[in-house]
């Protein structure tokens, strides 16, 4: 299990989601002292040129409720703090959270047609281009540092999200932490390959998940997101796969016993744009919505960090079995799943996987792996 996150962590969280309207400005002694606007009255006052309708998966809750918000509502509340404000209300922000357009297949493909415009959307996106399934391979991240250096710094990225645009219609503006992924089950503790034979595993529906875990000796189920609770409580599957946060947040662990930390895929939030809408706007406004979404991506990985590592690992150590492997069991799980590997070469070709290798490798060797 990755070591707890400073306290100084869930600060930066609070920080940037109640002062992030203000970013991009700055006040002299004099005009501070005259009545400030809120974001909220700047977009009641003022009529929007452009409207950006945000889809994504998480629920909204937060500030309803007491704890860290889920990490794409993170991104969507700084997102949309920071573009209204900064664009003196000129753009208005939607937010749709908890899928309601739809499941993130049906929302990605909305923001491909232009229906709406933008998405927050994780291993779906890899229909539209399979070349993106070099991140879910097993095992391939350390740790969350490796993978955001990778799409912050790497030319590797910075070619593939130009590739990707040029042949889906989507700009992928930024990347956020979805959560190291690990196994839970009803039926056992599972301390090595061999205790996953013959178990029933609810996937994403996603090719490379459903090669993984039949690697290791599952069987695997691709299900929405929405099915998982009701198919664990019927024994239409016997377990599933997903960060900490995830299994908190969608209550997971009342229908499940055993979780085992493996952290198996480090798994991103991609923020897309449809390509022609985001060209047609104004030059500054694509600036704005830039800024915004780097701050946005900032927020959803510091949220990650405290569910999964303080805030919901406190709810699902409290009501699962958790294992956490030794090193020697880890190397047995990287063995077994490492035909995912020669599967991958064979749909998106060696030289993708090679140079995606390679760029973890650098990114290890700059954390001084």
């Not at 209204?84 to 929302?107: C, H």
């Not at 930024?174 to 301390?191: Q, S, W």
């Not at 499940?256 to 798994?267: A, E, M, N, R």
Request: charged residues 20%.
């Amino acid at each position: 299990m990755k070591k707890i996150v400073p306290v100084l962590l869930s600060v930066f969280v609070v920080a940037l989601l109640l002062a992030c309207s203000g970013k991009g400005s700055s006040q002299s002694a004099s005009s501070s002292q005259q009545p400030q606007v809120t974001t909220r009255e700047v977009a009641r006052t003022v009529k929007p040129d452009y409207t950006i309708r945000v889809a994504y998966l998480d629920a909204g809750t937060w500030p309803d409720v007491v704890k860290a918000p889920l990490p794409e509502h993170a991104f969507g509340l700084v997102f949309k703090s920071i573009v209204e404000s900064n664009s003196n209300g000129k753009i208005a922000v939607e937010l749709f959270p908890n899928n309601q357009l739809g499941d993130t297949k049906a929302t990605m493909e909305m923001t491909v047609t232009g229906s709406i415009e933008m998405v927050v959307t994780t291993g779906t996106a890899a229909a539209l281009y399979p070349e993106l399934q070099v991140f879910f391979l097993p095992y391939v991240f350390k740790s969350d540092e490796i993978a955001s250096y990778i799409f912050d710094q790497s030319p590797f990225w910075k070619d593939m999200s130009a590739d990707f645009a040029k042949k889906t219609g989507l700009y992928i503006l930024g990347v956020g932490n979805n959560g190291m992924r690990h196994f839970t089950n009803n039926k056992r503790p599972i301390h090595s390959p061999a205790d996953m034979a013959g178990l029933k595993f609810r996937v994403m529906q996603s090719p490379i998940y459903v090669k993984m875990v039949e690697a290791m000796g599952a069987q695997a189920t691709p299900l929405a997101s929405g099915e998982v609770y009701t198919a664990c409580q019927t024994g239409v599957v016997d377990g599933q796969e997903n960060p900490v946060w995830n299994i908190a947040a969608n209550k997971w662990y009342e229908v499940q016993k055993y979780i085992t930390l493996d952290g198996h895929v480090w798994s991103e939030n991609f923020v897309m744009a449809n390509t022609k809408w985001f060209d047609s706007l104004p030059a500054e406004y694509q600036h704005i919505i830039r800024i915004a979404v780097y701050h946005g991506v900032q927020a959803d990985r510091a949220s990650e960090d405290l569910a999964s590592r303080v805030l919901d690992f406190a709810s699902i150590s409290s009501s699962m079995e958790v294992y956490v492997p030794t090193a020697a069991e880890l190397d047995q799980f990287q063995k077994a799943a490492a035909p995912t590997y020669d599967w991958l070469r064979g749909e998106v070709g060696d030289a993708v996987v090679d140079k995606f290798l390679t760029a973890v490798s650098d990114a290890e060797k700059h954390f001084g792996y």
